[in-house]
């Protein structure tokens, strides 16, 4: 069973910063694609960062400069810094993790976290 447990927000004022993290665990896996999405009240769960294997980026355009998605393989966890918080990134976080969990074949899935909250408070 793959678990991925989320870490890091919490209460900060406008302009302030956070360090999400995000490990994944389990027996026998490998990890993909990797990404944070957040969802606040009332809306849609939005993509802002991913991140590949290889450490290739994208960012969504309401978060790029301010936010910063990076990974630790070895660990098996994702980070997410943000910096110059504003009151619209208040939400709940969530980090997901495209995981192989094959022996002789592939079998790839999409695990989620179970989010951890971020409140800017202006």
């Known amino acids: 069973q793959v678990q991925l447990v989320e870490s890091g927000g919490g209460l900060v004022q406008t302009g302030g910063s956070l360090r999400l993290s995000c490990e994944v665990s389990?027996?026998?896996?490998?990890?993909?694609?990797m990404g944070w999405y957040r969802q606040a009240l009332g809306k849609q769960r939005e993509l802002v960062a991913g991140?590949?294997?290889?450490?290739?980026?994208n960012y969504a355009d309401s978060v790029k400069g301010r936010f910063t998605i990076s990974r630790d393989n070895a660990k098996n966890t994702v980070f997410l810094q943000i910096t110059n918080l504003k009151p619209e990134d208040t939400g709940v976080y969530y980090c997901?993790?495209?995981?192989?969990?094959?022996?002789?074949?592939?079998?790839?899935?999409?695990?989620w976290g179970q989010g951890t909250r971020v409140t800017v408070s202006s």
């Open positions: 389990g027996r026998r896996f490998s990890i993909n694609d």
């Open positions: 991140i590949t294997k290889s450490g290739r980026t």
């Open positions: 997901n993790a495209e995981v192989d969990t094959g022996i002789v074949a592939t079998i790839v899935k999409t695990y």
